[in-house]
């Protein structure tokens, strides 16, 4: 059974970091490309940050620069450090796993929510 558990929202004040963590289990973690995607209520869920295999990192326009994206692959984690927070990044966010190999092969997490302040 495959899993994905995402740890670390919260509520934080503009300005301020938090960190997301997401531990996979189920699957082989490393033949997978790994994300976070964000949604808010009556909004497509976007991409905020990929991370391929060999560690390629990608980033939304909108957290280039904020957000840095990091993989475990001997822990099955992969995490999501997030600086200077604006109230705009306010929302649930998502770890997705995505295999390299098997087409259409995608899992979810549940979610966490992530609430900036002023």
């Known amino acids: 059974q495959v899993q994905l558990v995402e740890s670390g929202g919260g509520l934080v004040q503009a300005g301020g970091s938090l960190k997301l963590s997401c531990a996979a289990s189920?699957?082989?973690?490393?033949?997978?490309?790994m994300s976070w995607y964000r949604q808010v209520p009556g909004k497509q869920r976007e991409l905020v940050a990929k991370?391929?295999?060999?560690?390629?990192?990608n980033y939304a326009d909108s957290v280039e620069g904020r957000f840095t994206i990091s993989r475990d692959n001997a822990k099955n984690t992969v995490d999501l450090q997030m600086n200077s927070l604006k109230l705009e990044d306010t929302a649930v966010y998502y770890c997705?796993?995505?295999?390299?190999?098997?087409?259409?092969?995608?899992?979810w997490g549940q979610g966490t929510q992530v609430t900036v302040s002023s």
């Open positions: 189920g699957i082989i973690f490393s033949t997978y490309v």
């Open positions: 991370i391929t295999r060999s560690g390629r990192e």
């Open positions: 997705n796993a995505q295999s390299a190999f098997v087409a259409q092969t995608n899992y």
